[in-house]
């Protein structure tokens, strides 16, 4: 069996050895014990750090669900099609599905131009993704802005009004007066 020599609190002998205590004079053995009584305390504010919010979440790069887009002009067009969206306003990725699943459409797009590939079709080239979205639905839709609305920013497009008031439920709705356009979105939660 260990026994335990007593501790000395004298100073010591040698100026640069300091004996062990704390702040308040304290020996090592009364403040362990004190440590001990302060657990639950360190062990309260520990679990209660982890209920503090995080850092932001980081800006979603990808979405989907169902979109929708109607344009009453001469003859009233209207679609609506499942869809997955990935990128940025500057480089990206729409697939859109019919809903059975098959690929109905895919658009995807760089600084460098836009391709638009549909099944037993040729692909389509173009300078950007506005030209290929006005070209296969007949109207033009505005896409960059449609990434920031995507996040919340209600970035202004002449004659588009965007409604952004359900976003956190999951939809997205803009509408345009001429030709009277509307275009929804409802996202799935990932």
């Known amino acids: ?59 979603r ?26 990128g940025t306003a500057t480089e990206g990725r729409l697939e859109l599905r019919t809903p059975m699943g098959a690929t109905a459409a895919l658009v995807d797009w760089s600084a460098a131009g836009a391709r638009l590939r549909t099944p037993g079709d040729r692909p389509r080239y ?8 006005l070209n296969a639905t007949g109207t033009a839709l505005p896409v960059a802005a449609l990434f920031d609305w995507l996040a919340g920013v209600a970035t202004p497009v002449p004659g588009w009004q965007p409604d952004l008031s359900q ?9 345009r007066e001429s030709p009277p356009t509307e275009f929804r979105m409802i ?4």
Do not use: Y
């Open 1 to 59: 069996m260990l026994q335990q020599q007593p501790q000395s609190h004298q100073p010591s002998a040698h100026p640069s050895i300091r004996p062990c205590v704390d702040a308040c004079g304290a020996p090592p053995r009364r403040r362990a014990l004190a440590a001990l009584g302060a657990a639950p305390v360190a062990a309260a504010l520990a679990l209660a750090g982890c209920a503090l919010p995080s850092a932001p979440p980081v800006a």
């Open 61 to 86: 790069k990808s979405w989907s669900g169902v979109m929708t887009l109607r344009v009453e002009n001469d003859a009233t067009k209207s679609f609506s099609a499942r869809f997955e969206l990935e």
């Open 126 to 133: 173009a300078d950007s993704v506005d030209t290929l979205v």
């Open 167 to 175: 976003r956190l439920t999951g939809r997205l709705a803009a509408r």
């Open 187 to 190: 996202l799935e939660s990932r």
